[in-house]
Every structure is written in C-alpha cells, then in structure tokens.
C-alpha cells in the first residue's frame, strides 16, 4: 500500500494505483478526456494535469502513479491555467459547431470547455478536411476528432481488430483507418464500440432518421416497427427518463405516438430464432458426421461479419438462421401482409435496435426473401431516442399501452437475448423441453449468465451431453474461434455476442461517459424475464400460430426460404 497527500488530505491506495484513481478515492475530481479506465491510458490530452510538491513540471494525473509521501495538488492556480489551455488548444482544432453536432448535450469535450468557463479561444482555428463515405453505418467527422486515441484503443485491445491507427508523424500525426484506407476496405465489423467511446462527436451512426419520418408521413405506408431486447433496458437513459418511467409499455406508446402503424416486438422473431436454430442443433447434432462442430449462433451481424471477414473457411459452421431482426422483417413482409390484407410493397419495416452493424446487415442483397427489401431501415437506441426528442413526444407522460399483436408477443426467453448467455440459454431451455418432453426449470442453465467474456456450460439433455460457449466482445471471440481451430477447446454450440455484454452493451445504445452498463442492463432484462409468465420460446402462442398458419413447422421448405439465408453469399463490402 502506499501512502500520499492529495489537497492536504490524506490516502491509502494500493500498489499501482494513479493519481488520477486516488483522488476518486477521495472525491477529488480531476479532469480528464483521453483516458478510458482499464483500456486506454495514452496521455495524449494533458487535460488531467495536476501539481506534485518538489516536481518542476506538471504531471499527468491519469499517467503518474502514486509513490510514498508524495504530496499533490489537483487545483493550483498553475495547474488550472494549464489544463484551461491545453483544452483551448484542444479546441482550436476541433469543429465548434455543438448546435449541429449528434453529441451535443453529452460530449465530454463540449462539458470540459463549459466547466472550464473556456468562452474565448486565443488559438486560430485549423481544422483538417472531412472525408468520409456518408453511406457507411459508421460515419467519422475528422474535424471533431481529438486525437484521444480511445477508438484505437478500444478496437484493438477489446475488439482485437485494430481497424484504427495512428496516421502521419509530428505534428501532422492524426487518427484513422489503418494504413490510410477506406473502412470499407478493411476487416470493420461495424460493431459500433469505437463510438460508444469516442468522447466527441467524431464518430456515430449514419442517421437514418429522415428516412423514417418520411416514411411516416407518407400516407401510402404502413410503418411497422420491432423493437429489439436490448432496447428496453436503454431507451430512457438518452431523454433523461428514470428506471421506473423507462417501461416496455411506455416503450410501445412512444413509438405509437411517434407515428409507428403497429408496434411490434423483436422478441417475436427472438422465440422463432429459438425455434429454427435450435431445430438445427438438434438436426445436426443427430447427423453429427455430415456437419462440423460447433455450430455458431448467427443472431450478431458484428460477429457474422467478422468471422466471414477473419475466418472465411469457418462460415459453413454458422447457423442458418438469420437474425431475428431479419425473420422479422420477412414474417413481416409475408404473413402479416397477407394476413392484415396489406401490400407488402406499402409496408416499411423499421427496426429499433442497440446495433450499429444491423444497419449493415438489412441491407445485404442476399439476406431477402420477401420479394421485397424485408427491414427498411434500422434506428439504433440513440437515434429512436433522438426521433422521440425531435417529435415533441413527453415520454413521461405517456400511459403505457402494450405491443400490437401478433407480432408483438414475446417470451421471457426471447427477452434475454439482450444479455451474453441469453441465446445460449433460450435455446437450452428449449432444447432440454424438446428432449426430456417437459420443461426444466427456467433458471436451470444460468451458468451463463453475466459478464464475463467466455463461460462454458456442460449439460447431459435426453441423454445427450452438450458443450456449449458463450463469448463477447470480438477479441474474446477470436480466442474461442483459435482454441477451436487449435483442438484445445471443443464445443457442439457457441454464441458469440460481438460487443462486450452482449446487446445491451451494443454500438447504439445511449452514450454513458467512463461507465459501462451492459452488466446492469442486463440485470432489467433476467428481471423482465422472471415477470414474464412465458418463459419458453416454445411455448409463444403467435409463433405456435405462425407456424400453424403459414410455416408448418421448424425446418420446413418455407421456413427455410424466409427464415434461413445462405451465410456464404453475402456481400461484405
Ligand atoms: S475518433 Fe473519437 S475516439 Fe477516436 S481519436 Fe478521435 S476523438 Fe478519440
Ligand atoms: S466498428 Fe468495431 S470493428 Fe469497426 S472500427 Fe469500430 S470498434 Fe473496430
Ligand atoms: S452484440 Fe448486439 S449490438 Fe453488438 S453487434 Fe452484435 S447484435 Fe449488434
Ligand atoms: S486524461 Fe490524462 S492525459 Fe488525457
């Protein structure tokens, strides 16, 4: 342990520990842009800068680590100046223009200049040229970008993907696609996680809000909207709107009363997923010399993407069963139509989702089946958020009303797909009901649940052993996938979840600086499930008469054509 000073005040810290920690431990705030606590440690900003009795210069607080009787000061006058102009500087090469800016309201940057009461800058502007494809679904503003280096940081160390990098030397050095390509020319999987930490608005979504405004407005449309898991547990954190306000039913009004035809739940489509991929599993697993092993999950496009991208000759052990935003969309296109008398040409499908890289996925040629385009358009959370904001609506006011039906009925097992572990633990719940011909326990297999980034559950279903994996985030992925390749590890099913925590930790959710909530917006959605009173993706009445209806049953030749896509002919760039 050692002991320090920090504003005369006295701490203990353990071994290791920065200023910049200690202070916390004391409720000392120093301020701070680049850092990204257990991730990115670059001292590039010198926004942190404090003062150390018997040192000359002025030290990085996020950089210096504590030693034996050292004595700090966090809010010397000299200090103050010092970070007020490294934050001017900062400033001078950053496009100021916070009334236009996506981040507006929650940048880190915007905050520190206001805090600082910077309302002058003696810098002349310099800002460097915008360049960017605007259809990609990450867009990146250049001139916002602060040279923090956290998207760096983040893609390679937690993605392991390492798309961003240092460009250029001295002080013409800056930020971008790794050997000053195109996004679309390396490996992206357009997880989203280097905007949900960029500190500005130098990296977001491509908006597509206009487009589904348009859509609303336009009076030959029926707008159907699905909403995904993960949503649920995110959409009020971007208006300001507490726990308790934040409900599914208040949910389903605001999207109502934004103008949506039908309110509809992906958690339909989630307990159909269970349905067809895990009929798979069973087929495979009982034909276990045709196929290899293990199958994986298809529900990410992230993930999807990556290991069509990094490990091509694997994509035949994908499940063929498309994302549940995508079964949406063609169930959508197909039975809904042809059951509500609608044609299908006058349906826009929107999908709300806590996903960057489903805006991607929607638009792959080869992922409709419909006859049409099957998802028109996908908001992420923090774009439905921001359509709320722009229509006026005041959510809190709002009595809840439920989803539409029949495509708005969802299980709790369909709910916690939200989470790592949720798919995995659908579909076991499903699988030991179909093999030991009652249900289990519904809590029966939450070994995997948590934030962990790979757990691993062993299971005898029927008499059937079942190895199984559940990974997050993409470098995690990429260990499961080498062990895998290497014979160290062996699995009959893996889901991968390509963003840390799963969905709930998704490229769309809201923006929470220094905080990551994909633990705790999980915890809403286990609770969710545990209120539901149908907690088996089997036993979904509106996907039992799905298949009644239209489908027959799992596997069969129309399922296979709407809700199966060959995963070895999409299109990646
Ligand atoms: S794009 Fe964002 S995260 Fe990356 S260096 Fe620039 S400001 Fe930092
Ligand atoms: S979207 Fe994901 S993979 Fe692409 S650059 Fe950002 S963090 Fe890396
Ligand atoms: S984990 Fe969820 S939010 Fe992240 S890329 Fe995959 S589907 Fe999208
Ligand atoms: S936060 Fe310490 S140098 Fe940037």
Redesign the pocket.
Known sequence: MVNLRINDRPVTVEDGTSILHAARQLGITIPSLCYLKHVSKVAACRVCMVEIKGTDRLMAACDTICAEGMEVYTNTLRALVARRNNVQLILSQHDCNCATCVRSGNCTLQKLAADMNIIENPYETKLPANNWNPKLPVIRTASKCVQCFRCIAVCEKIQGMSVWDFLGTGSRATVGVRGGKKLDEVNC?Y??QCITHCPTGALRERDDTEKVISAIDDPKKVVVLQVAP?VRAAWGEGLGLPKELATEGRMAAAFRAAGANYVFDTNFAADLTIMEEGSELLYKMKHSWEFRRPLFTS?????VRFLKLEYPDMVPQLSTAK?PQQMFGAVTKTWFAKTHNIDPKDIFCVSV??????KYECAVPEINSSGFRDVDAVLTTREVDRLLRLKWINVADLPEEEFDSPLGEGTGAAVIFGATGGVMEAALRTAYAVLEGHNPDPDAFQAVRGTDGRKEISATIGGVPVRACVA?GLANARTVVEDIRAGRAQYDFVEI???PG??AG???QPFQEGMELAGERGETLYEIDRNNPVRFSHENASVQKAYDDFFDKPLSHRAHELLHTDQTKWSLR
């Open positions: 999987a997880c989203g993960a529900c990410c496009p992230g993930w994302s989702m806590p996903c960057v890289a489903k997050s979840m390509a963003c799963g969905c998704g490229g769309g």
